[in-house]
């Protein structure tokens, strides 16, 4: 019933809280949470979540053969294996996340414009060398490889996306996007390609 609330600017912000004691812990998505505690000693992320959330791609309700397309190669991930590499890869247990991989030369059947909040690493994050990389990049990789397109990604702020997308400036958006009912109304979300959800941070 005490409880006090602070608020910070980023949530590695939140996170540099808890581990110099100005803050007992820290709520946020699991996975990002997760991905600061393999990089920073003495934290830990508790393992009873607050809530649990799924997270998808979304896309502009008249592109269905769109949300086809990214359900396939989430399904095409998951049973050829390379979903569980790709976990090892951007989720390690402790460390950075790995590298980018490299991809095989683009398609020439146009441009798929994804646009992305490259602050939600380790679903969408600025490498060393300012390349937007991350979890969802390389899904989204995939999707324009299957379609033959060249992938162009467009970085904004996470409020921007779902406008952006409405508005028909990008394709399609993803950066760690929960799937809610009133997003849903707005856009056409693709099925579930990672659960997660809040959880608390805290100093081990």
């Given amino acids: 019933p005490n409880a006090r609330f602070k608020y910070f600017n980023s949530v590695l912000d939140a996170a540099l809280a808890v581990r110099t004691g100005k803050a007992d812990a820290a709520a946020y998505d699991e996975p990002i949470l997760k991905n600061i505690a393999a990089r920073n000693q003495g934290l830990k992320v508790l393992p009873e979540m607050i809530t649990r959330d799924a997270y998808g791609f979304a896309v502009r309700p008249d592109s269905p053969e769109l949300k086809k397309t990214i359900d396939l190669i989430i399904?095409?991930?998951k049973k050829s294996g390379e979903y569980e590499a790709m976990m090892q890869r951007w989720f390690p247990k402790t460390?950075?996340?790995a590298p980018m991989p490299s991809f095989p030369p683009e398609g020439d059947k146009g441009v798929?414009?994804?646009g992305t909040a490259a602050v939600t690493e380790p679903f969408s994050f600025m490498d060393s060398s300012r390349n937007i990389v991350g979890f969802d990049i390389e899904i989204a990789h995939y999707v324009a490889r299957k379609l033959g397109m060249k992938l162009e990604v467009v970085n904004m702020d996470?409020?921007?996306m779902?406008?952006?997308l409405s508005a028909g400036k990008v394709d399609m958006i993803g950066a760690c996007i929960t799937i809610t009912e009133e997003r849903a109304k707005k856009v056409l979300f693709s099925e579930p390609y990672y659960n997660?959800?809040?959880?608390?941070l805290v100093k081990e």
Avoid at 196 to 200: D, L
């Fill in 95 to 97: 460390g950075d996340p």
């Fill in 158 to 160: 996470f409020g921007a």
């Fill in 196 to 200: 997660g959800g809040i959880a608390a």
């Fill in 75 to 77: 399904s095409e991930l």
């Fill in 162 to 164: 779902i406008p952006a």
């Fill in 112 to 114: 798929l414009t994804f």
